[in-house]
């Protein structure tokens, strides 16, 4: 397959489409799977098609790789080729989908980098209802609508950032054919198959028959049908099953059957095949039967993605008995039946409180598998609701899950039968038998509904220390599920019939609506520049094809947070074959200190000091054996303590007296979580040896090529100049491949010095996630003093970091973190310190935004907090303290062409903020369990490192005979356009056409010495080395000019340029001199819903008015802007990294970790670059967008907790205090605990002093 991002099935990146004939449908039959989970052994008779064989641009590009890319959604391109494949399959099924259909295909695909909206919108135009409307006006995205709306926009404003004119129609009847000889296979009867591996047997059985003698024969073979549970199991658990049986080719086992009491469906069936089969039914059905199929299909709407669904198999997921399987509750609570069968034996049984003894465990006797289920017709007086909640809606395990039935008695509103199955409330799916039990002939009504819920919450107590944590959460979800299932009936029952029960009161009734989602629209507005954007195929570090005697290396990392090492043992290891070393601190040859701040080793010799430290690797022949091999060496530990501080202050004014002075004082604590950078590119590196005096070169994904030549020519004991890092560009960085990187690159480079042969290592995704770190924590402890006016007379803020187990770049985070103390306000009496915490986690290290969106979160909290104290309008508050023109911030630098107020007004123009505002008082007043919020948010971000030096950047101009260029800078491509910014630059110095100017990577033996492409300055400063190279190339050419006007490129010039970014360099000390050249400024506005009773939320609407000078490029500022906001949307909103007490990290993939997925991003999302902006600090009056966008998403989180206001002031009988506190994320599990009702005041739960939880705050 093309990429690998996580191996687990969770991001979509290696999707590819299979193609087989159907023996049952008779007819071939296309879907998407990840290759990843795919056993090559299961592919037998089918055809694969992977995004090189639909087009590529040596040959054409299919329409769909044509469409996104001009429509600019790819950014770095990891992901691009799995969304290309999902997007393929839908159209070699459908050539017409609808919107939905194509936003549905992707909820198995994630992306990091361009925030989803023009992917969107390109496929958009292969949608039925999304391309045109004709320019009727009904479809905002309709492309004759934006090309009037561009005809008449003064200015030369635009709305669209591609032509759709130019697209290749999509032609169904030219894509390849099902293989012949594929199909000339269909009809020959399926025979056993059988593959023979180094440690694994693998049998394709062909008959039933057979399955169940080789089962009764061999009762331990495992089965295997989608292997989405079992692939899982062998690669992250380490499970190994040395006979796996493959039944999925058998005709019962694939079966669907309508019966005369429900749908029988063979175990082997595919979910996506249930999927149809029961959307068949409920269309010809009559609706009283299917209430269970509903269920059935609500549970899969929300289960992966489509390429999990095509495989995996309904007799999987009930096998598998997961604690938090979606369907199993369903089966239970509806009585679904299960045929179970061995050789000689046949039983059906229902599925109870019986099924599943204990953890992980069902019934079935070994010899015995699974052969169909059979879903009940529901009846006349049945209803039936199923519900999930998770921490995201798309492609996520639930937090809790369930079934819910009741039968009443014929013609009454009394309980005949009541049927609660839950999962993810004990190690196994379990029905509320005690409550349940208890309601048989009770009449529909609010004494029932109170009773079931003090039940259920007593039934269904978890203790403190719960596995998956989040318990009163959890506790609660039972009894709101239940409440929306009560109201559910309610309203079903008031429509059968109209004086049997108790009236739905209309203000609850939005509480029973199903989560929906309507289509994405989207508006961008920008002043139009000339285009000149460039496609390629495009390859990452992994992509280079293996070198003839290359080896693998695997790290070995520690299990504890802080010991001793005491011993390693490798002689299992050895044992493995392919073995070739095993590398430790002893076989370094130069240092073993390396880090920014020689605080770290290249591998732990006596100590570790995280979960994940690196204490040695293997080199093995094949990253198979090496993954064996680490996993073999045995390491003993003696377990040890620790915990220093450090600190840093800003300070202004005089705060005592502010304190004094002011009207009011509010004092609080703010906690923002962490974040993985979660680039789709895990972190990468080849080392070639190259056999003389010591050099080596080396492919790196890394954004830091300077630091990663140094530290490697330490650790090697030889001089930089031995040393070559070359780098074609990242699958995303974000900030996690500026220092990081080094930790892997030292020990795969000494792997090729130590076997002198080349070596690679890529880290799996759980690997990356636990060794490399990610965005500091933040705790704030803060006292603000105002006025009744809401003006800020004094503040106090102690910010604490999570720094990790090294220094790295936490300082100069934490300063970054200072400096945006203040967000965009005036304060004249200002404390900021910053403590930095050495913790035995993983370093911390660079995050887009990098310290800046922590700071300014915690103010923007203090704000909306003042704003509810004195009872004034938010943004009221907000604007009256903003800066002005002129005003010097709180580290003393004068701000200059502020353009902060501008954006404010057209954002609150355009947002239709005040109208809007009104809309959702009505809102709330209407709904009871629903509540809508509104926060429009400001940002002002510095730019430059706020280390001088690194303001510096070199560029190397190669100007041809053939009057081609060669272009070469400091800065790396990771996805951000630097590489295309940087041609259009040279093109405009030079004044030649972009297609002259190619770049063709980054290396340090072009460009020495650079700074990380970071900080967002890289287009500023590496613009600027380009700008001045052409400007000496053509005052060199000059005198060839004048002597021969009509010429052309004669010569050939190499010439390097240094730039350095002028009058830098501030002190702590004397609180004077300038951290940044300039700000960047923008204003976010955003709309959002809670569900009061899940914690749900969704994103109305966002508009956006950013400040980004004179854009180079506007389709990639764009980009940058929403991918920015996404990725903020993500830390704010959804991503949480859980931690157990003793260090270890929980959430080490995507099934665990949620980054924000299609469906994340705002319904209605607007965004506009703020016209006639120049900027006269940086290269072509532009300025620096990669970060200061990100702290934008922050609206959503103020958005929320308004909307929690509302909620939390529709319970006021709870006597709820008017300030409460939020955490950043604002998860499910926090937006429910903050909405404080009867059901939460059911659910709280002690904990103990000595309860240890499933996970701690870090
Ligand atoms: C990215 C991803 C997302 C997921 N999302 C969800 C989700 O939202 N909700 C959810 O509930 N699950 C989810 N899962 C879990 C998984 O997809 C399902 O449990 C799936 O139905 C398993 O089916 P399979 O065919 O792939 O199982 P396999 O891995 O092939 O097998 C699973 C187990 O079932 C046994 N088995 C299979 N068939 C039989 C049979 N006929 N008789 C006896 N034993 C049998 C196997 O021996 C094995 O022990 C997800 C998994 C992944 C990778
Ligand atoms: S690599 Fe296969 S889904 Fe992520
Ligand atoms: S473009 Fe999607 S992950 Fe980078």
């Known amino acids: ?132 409307c004709g320019g009727t006006g009904e479809n905002p995205n309709c492309c004759m609508y934006q090309k009037e709306n561009s005809k008449v926009s003064p200015l030369n404003l635009s709305s669209s950032l591609f032509n759709s004119e130019e697209f290749l129609p999509l032609d169904p009847t030219q894509e390849p054919i099902f293989p012949p000889e594929l199909m000339r296979l269909k009809d020959e009867p399926q025979k056993q198959l059988c593959f023979q591996g180094e440690r694994v047997k693998w049998i394709q059985t062909a008959t039933l028959k057979e399955l169940l003698e080789l089962k009764a024969e061999h009762p331990d073979a495992k089965l295997v049908v989608g292997n989405t549970e079992i692939g899982i199991e062998m690669k992250f658990k380490n499970k190994l099953f040395p006979l796996i049986v493959c039944p999925a080719w058998i005709p019962e086992l694939n079966s669907v059957k309508r019966g005369p009491e429900g749908i029988s469906f063979g175990a082997a069936c595919p979910l996506s095949e249930m999927e149809k089969a029961l959307v068949a039914a409920i269309a010809e059905l009559p609706s009283y039967q299917t209430e269970v199929f509903k269920g059935v299909l609500e549970q899969l709407r929300w289960f992966a993605g489509k390429q999990v669904k095509s495989v995996a198999s309904v007799g999987g997921n009930i096998i598998n008995a997961s604690p938090i399987s979606d369907l199993n509750p369903v089966f239970m609570a509806s009585g679904s039946k ?79 039968e009541l049927d609660i199955s839950f999962g993810g409330m004990a190690d196994k799916t379990i029905p509320a038998l005690k409550t349940t039990r208890k309601q048989q002939g009770r009449a529909w009504n609010e004494e029932l509904l109170q009773e079931v819920c003090a039940s259920l919450a007593e039934e269904l107590s978890l203790e403190p220390d719960a596995p998956g944590g989040m318990v009163e959460f959890r506790r609660t979800l039972t009894l709101s599920f239940f409440f929306k299932f009560y109201l559910t009936v309610l309203q079903k029952l008031g429509k059968d019939s109209t004086d049997k029960c108790d009236k739905l009161d209309p203000t609850y009734a939005s509480a029973t609506l199903l989560f929906q989602k309507e289509p994405p629209a989207n508006v961008q507005l920008f002043q139009e520049v000339p285009k000149g954007q460039a496609e390629d195929d495009m390859l990452f570090c992994d992509d280079i094809p293996p070198y003839s005697n290359e080896l693998y290396l695997r790290l070995v990392t520690s299990t504890k947070a802080h010991a001793r090492i005491k011993s390693i043992d490798i002689s299992e290891a050895q044992k493995v074959p392919g073995f070739i070393h095993f590398l430790s601190a002893d076989d370094i040859p130069g240092s073993n200190e390396t880090g920014l701040f020689n605080d770290e080793t290249v591998f732990a010799k006596h100590k570790v000091t995280c979960v994940g430290h690196i204490i040695g690797a293997v080199v093995t022949d094949t990253p198979e054996h090496a993954q064996r091999a680490a996993q073999a060496v045995k390491i003993e530990y003696e377990e040890l303590p620790a915990i220093i501080t450090i600190e840093l202050k800003i300070e202004k004014g005089d705060l005592k007296k502010g304190f004094a002075e002011a009207d009011n004082v509010v004092s609080g604590e703010l906690y923002i979580g962490g974040q993985e950078h979660f680039y789709l590119e895990t972190h990468c590196t080849i080392a070639v040896p190259k056999g003389e005096e010591g050099e080596m070169e080396l492919f790196v994904s890394t954004q830091n090529t300077m630091k990663t030549q140094s530290f490697v020519a330490k650790v090697l004991g030889v001089p930089d100049n031995r040393i070559v890092v070359r780098v074609k560009r990242m699958g995303g960085g974000f900030g996690g491949k500026e220092t990081r990187s080094t930790v892997l690159s030292t020990a795969v480079a000494l792997a090729a010095y130590k076997t002198g042969r080349p070596v690679r290592c890529m880290l799996d995704r759980d690997e990356d996630m636990l060794i490399t770190g990610g965005r500091h924590p933040f705790l704030a402890r803060y006292k603000v003093g105002f006025m009744k006016t809401g003006k800020i007379v004094a503040l106090e803020v102690e910010h604490y970091s999570n720094a990790g187990n090294t220094l790295d770049l936490s300082q100069s985070i934490m300063e970054r973190a200072l400096f945006h ?259 960047s400024y923008g204003v976010a506005c955003s709309e ?34 929403e991918g920015a906001f996404v990725q903020g949307l993500g830390l704010f909103t959804l991503e949480e990294l859980h931690y157990s007490p003793e260090g270890t990290l929980h959430t080490r993939g995507p099934s665990t970790y949620k980054i924000p997925a299609f469906g994340n991003i705002p319904i209605d999302f607007r965004v506009s670059l703020l016209r006639d902006c120049p900027n006269k600090k940086a290269i072509y009056a532009s300025k620096a967008v990669g970060e200061p966008p990100l702290f934008l998403a922050s609206s959503i989180f103020f958005a929320i907790k308004d909307a929690i206001c509302a909620a939390r002031a529709q319970h006021a009988d709870f006597k709820m205090k008017e300030l409460f506190q939020l955490d950043s994320p604002a998860t499910p599990e926090k937006i429910r605990n903050a909405c404080v009702d009867k059901f939460t005041t059911l659910c709280v739960t002690e904990v103990s002093a000595n309860c240890k939880p499933w996970s701690i705050r870090v």
């Open 1 to 132: 397959w093309d990429q690998l991002g996580c191996g687990e099935g969770g991001c979509g990146a290696c999707t590819v489409m299979l193609s087989k004939f159907d023996r049952l449908q008779k007819k071939i039959v296309h879907f998407s799977v990840n290759a990843c989970l795919a056993p090559i052994c299961s592919l037998h008779h089918v055809a694969v098609t992977t995004v090189e064989g639909i087009g590529s641009t040596k040959t054409r590009l299919h329409p769909v790789q044509e469409r996104i890319s001009k429509s600019h959604g790819s950014q770095c391109g990891f992901c691009t080729p799995g969304i290309v494949m999902s997007m393929y399959t839908l159209l070699r099924n459908n050539p017409e989908p609808t919107m939905e259909e194509i936003e549905n295909a992707f909820q198995g695909n994630l992306c990091r980098c361009t925030g989803y909206r023009p992917i969107l919108q390109g496929f958009r135009t292969f949608a039925k209802d999304g391309g045109c």
């Open 1088 to 1121: 959002v819903e809670i569900d009061c009773l899940t914690g749900d939320h969704k994103n109305i609407r966002t508009d956006i008015v950013m400040d980004v000078g004179s854009s180079l490029n506007p389709a990639i500022d764009i980009g940058q802007v």
């Open 821 to 1079: 103390m203040d967000n965009c306000y005036k304060i004249p009496n200002i404390r900021g310190i910053g403590r930095l915490c050495k913790t035995n986690l993983s370093s911390n290290t660079a995050f887009r935004g990098f310290g800046g969106p922590q700071g300014m979160l915690i103010a923007e909290y203090w704000m909306s907090e003042v704003a509810l104290t004195c009872r004034l309008p938010a943004e009221e508050v907000r604007r009256l303290n903003m800066y002005k023109e002129g005003d010097l911030t709180h580290f003393n630098q004068k701000l200059e062409g502020f353009t902060l107020p501008r954006c404010w007004d057209e954002c609150l123009e355009s947002s239709k903020y005040h109208a809007r505002r009104n809309e959702i008082e009505t809102f709330n007043k209407e709904n009871c369990w629903k509540k809508r919020g509104l926060c429009i948010i400001p940002t002002k971000f510095g730019i430059s490192f706020t280390v001088p030096f690194l303001n510096q950047a070199g560029a190397l101009v190669h100007v041809y005979t053939d009057g081609s260029v060669l272009l070469t800078h400091g800065g790396t491509e990771m996805g951000q356009g630097l590489h295309t910014k940087m041609i259009q630059v040279a093109s405009k110095a030079l004044k030649i056409p972009t297609s002259k100017i190619y770049i063709s990577e980054t290396s340090t033996s072009t460009v020495p010495n650079t700074s990380p492409t970071a900080a967002s300055v890289s287009a500023d400063i590496n613009g600027q080395a380009v700008y001045e190279a052409c400007k000496t190339i053509l005052q060199r050419l000059e005198p060839f000019k004048k002597k021969n006007p009509n010429g052309s490129w004669k010569d050939w010039v190499s010439l390097y340029e240094i730039y350095l970014t002028p009058n830098l360099g501030y002190s702590f000390e004397t609180n004077s001199g300038n951290p940044f050249h300039y700000f």
């Open 338 to 416: 299960l045929t179970l069968v061995s050789k000689g034996t046949k039983r059906t049984v229902r599925m109870d409180h019986m099924f599943f003894p204990s953890y992980r465990k069902t019934l079935l006797s070994p010899e015995e598998i699974l052969l169909s289920i059979e879903i009940p017709y529901s009846r006349k007086g049945e209803y039936f609701s199923a519900f999930k909640q998770a921490s995201r809606r798309e492609d996520d395990i639930a937090k809790v899950t369930c079934g819910m039935r009741v039968l009443f008695k014929p013609e009454s509103d009394q309980v005949q």
